[in-house]
């Protein structure tokens, strides 16, 4: 299990808030424009590998539907380690359209992934049939749980609480469709298991920024 993360710097100065889909469609566009060059197991590839994971970008919100970015706003990417080059090759330097924003992808640098006993997400999402918001939480950590245990993952998970204390709940925009979901924590994992989730992360949308864990240290 050999994963790297590539962050790429930002220029630009807004974004919108929501742009998990936006983000991916913007950078899809360049593998569909590149397809010839990329190489993966042999064969051409038209979209990302699903080995491959996005997060989105932080930046200070304006509570309007923006935000605004900062020294600290990054694109990062993770996928193995043998891929990593290509992805560094492709990406930079590109300008990308999120929305009628524009940022360009400068300065990559490649990350090893640390260890840590407690990681987070901003936004886990799993696909369940009936989401209602008394019994959304008790089925969505249940999902937490047999997703750890499928990847042989030894932690606990929790739904995580915003600013007021309050569930976590979120949501993701994918065209004119709303998806929810929350912000989740694992605790009490060894350093293999918090590498392997961080490597793998957790539901589904995970090309969309869903499913990112990070230290709880790190700033989100």
């Known amino acids: 299990m050999n994963f ?8 630009g100065k807004t974004l919108p808030a929501d742009h998990g889909y936006s983000l991916y469609s913007a950078l ?3 593998v569909l424009e590149n397809s010839s060059q990329i190489i993966l197991e042999e064969e051409r590839t038209r979209d990302f590998p699903p080995e491959v994971i996005l997060s989105t970008i932080p930046g200070v919100p304006d509570r309007q539907g923006l935000i605004y970015l900062n020294r600290s706003s990054r694109l990062r990417l993770r996928c193995p380690s043998e891929q990593a080059s290509q992805w560094y090759r ?6 990308l359209d999120i929305r009628g924003h524009l940022i360009r992808l400068v300065q990559p640098r490649l990350c ?3 260890p840590s006993q407690t990681l987070k997400a901003r936004l886990v999402t799993f696909h369940l049939e009936k989401w209602d918001i008394h019994d959304a939480p008790v089925y969505f950590l249940e999902s937490c749980q047999k997703s750890l245990l499928s990847l042989e993952i030894k932690g606990k998970a929790f739904i995580d609480s915003n600013c007021d204390g309050d569930l976590a709940l979120r949501s993701l925009k994918i065209k004119n469709k709303n998806v929810m979901g929350f912000g989740v924590v694992v605790e009490n994992l060894n350093d293999e298991d918090s590498l392997k989730l961080q490597c793998y992360g957790l539901g589904g949308r995970k090309h969309f920024g ?6 709880s240290s790190e700033v989100a």
């Open 4 to 11: 790297l993360e590539i962050q790429f710097a930002l220029k």
């Open 28 to 30: 899809k566009n360049i």
């Open 90 to 95: 492709l990406f930079q330097n590109q300008v």
């Open 112 to 114: 090893l992934l640390e």
């Open 210 to 215: 869903c499913g990112w864990f990070y230290p």
